[in-house]
Each structure stands twice: as structure tokens, then as C-alpha cells.
């Protein structure tokens, strides 16, 4: 008889969802890539017992190593690389935050929201390329960033609700949208009670 053959649903649903949260946070390490998340993610929702769950992360928290810490930093250093994986889950980057020169989003039945109104973005182009699939997506951009939107969409909606800007937008920074959703809704749109709208025909 298997491990966890006798484990009560309750118990066993608890374990998956911790199971994926350990895969989640190992591809955020860079110790797995995205087909591999995707494969074993579907395996943890297909597992019957403990065993199989356990298996899924077996390997990866053998050969995970800890993560030294060197010191603080007086100011704000920007990232090269930051991988966000939002699954079944609700996430919100806001406020004062440093996002990083290319951050690769996963989001899977789920609801994840950039606000880069308060962010403190660096110059220069800001790539955000995510895989969406039964999600939605928000990303709210406030004025002086340039949008520059490249998603596919597979049975899903992206959008970008455009407003004028007095600035000229030549040297400002980018932020540049590459990715796909699928069955999922991706919309690009200025923060609350900003004014100015105009039709996109107009743009």
C-alpha cells in the first residue's frame, strides 16, 4: 500500500498545495525551468498519496543549497532577473518597489497585479514577459513610462486603455510586454482617477 494511501482529502489537498509552493519557490531559484514547473505542477494535482506528492520534490530539496546573505545596501540596486510564479493565488507588487530589468511572470488560475505608480524603475527598457493562462493580469502604468505591448493572446483578452501625456515619451523609460495568455485576460491601463482619456483611435 502507498505512503499516504490512507491520508484524508483534507490532509492530502494541504500537502499538494505545500508541494507547490516548494516547486514554485525552486523555479524561482532557477532550479527548474518553466516546462519542468508546468510538468510537475500537473503531476501534483494528479497525485493520489503522499509518496507521489513527496517524489515531486525530492530531488530539488536534496540538492538546494542555502543562500548566504552578504550585508545591507544604503540605496535601491535593481535586479537583473526576478521570476514571480502565482498560482491559484492573488499577488500585488505596489507602492515603493524596485522592480527588476526583466522580470518573467507564470501566473496560473490566478490574479496578479504590477503597479509601477510608486515604483522606482530604473532608465532604459524594463522587460516583463509572462505565460498567463486562466488568469488575469493588471498592470497599471502611470505617466512618463512608455508601454510598449507584445503579448499573444490564445482565446484571451489584452488591452491597453490609453490617456494623453503631456510629456514627451522619446527618453523615457520603457516598459516592454512579450509573452502569451491563454484563456486569460492581460490589461495594461493608467492608475485610478487619472483624467485626459482619449479614444485609442486617436492615439
Known amino acids: 500500500?502507498?505512503?499516504?494511501?490512507?491520508?484524508?482529502?483534507?490532509?492530502?489537498?494541504?500537502?499538494?498545495?505545500?508541494?507547490?509552493?516548494?516547486?514554485?519557490?525552486?523555479?524561482?531559484?532557477?532550479?527548474l525551468t518553466v516546462d519542468d514547473l508546468e510538468a510537475r505542477i500537473e503531476r501534483a494535482y494528479q497525485a493520489r498519496d503522499e509518496g507521489e506528492l513527496h517524489?515531486?520534490?525530492a530531488d530539488l530539496e536534496r540538492s538546494a543549497q542555502p543562500v548566504r546573505v552578504g550585508g545591507m545596501l544604503s540605496g535601491p540596486v535593481v535586479q537583473d532577473l526576478d521570476r514571480l510564479v502565482n498560482v491559484m493565488g492573488d499577488t500585488k507588487r505596489r507602492g515603493p518597489w524596485v522592480p527588476a530589468r526583466r522580470i518573467e511572470l507564470l501566473?496560473?488560475?490566478?490574479?496578479?497585479?504590477?503597479?509601477?505608480?510608486?515604483?522606482?524603475?530604473?532608465?532604459?527598457?524594463?522587460?516583463?514577459?509572462?505565460?498567463?493562462?486562466?488568469?488575469?493580469v493588471r498592470i497599471i502604468?502611470?505617466?512618463?513610462?512608455?508601454?510598449?505591448?507584445?503579448?499573444?493572446?490564445?482565446m484571451a483578452t489584452v488591452s491597453e486603455t490609453p490617456y494623453w501625456q503631456d510629456e514627451d515619451l522619446r527618453s523615457a523609460p520603457v516598459i516592454h510586454l512579450s509573452g502569451s495568455a491563454v484563456m486569460a485576460e492581460v490589461s495594461v491601463r493608467p492608475p485610478k482617477g487619472m483624467s485626459k482619456w482619449i479614444p485609442k483611435a486617436l492615439r
Open 141 to 154: 502604468v502611470p505617466p512618463g513610462l512608455h508601454v510598449v505591448n507584445a503579448v499573444s493572446a490564445f
Open 55 to 57: 517524489s515531486l520534490v
Open 107 to 136: 501566473a496560473i488560475m490566478s490574479e496578479t497585479t504590477l503597479d509601477f505608480t510608486e515604483a522606482l524603475i530604473g532608465s532604459g527598457v524594463t522587460e516583463i514577459h509572462l505565460t498567463a493562462v486562466m488568469a488575469s
Open 1 to 31: 500500500m502507498s505512503e499516504g494511501a490512507g491520508s484524508p482529502p483534507v490532509a492530502l489537498d494541504a500537502l499538494r498545495q505545500q508541494v507547490i509552493e516548494r516547486l514554485s519557490f525552486h523555479f524561482a531559484q532557477d532550479a
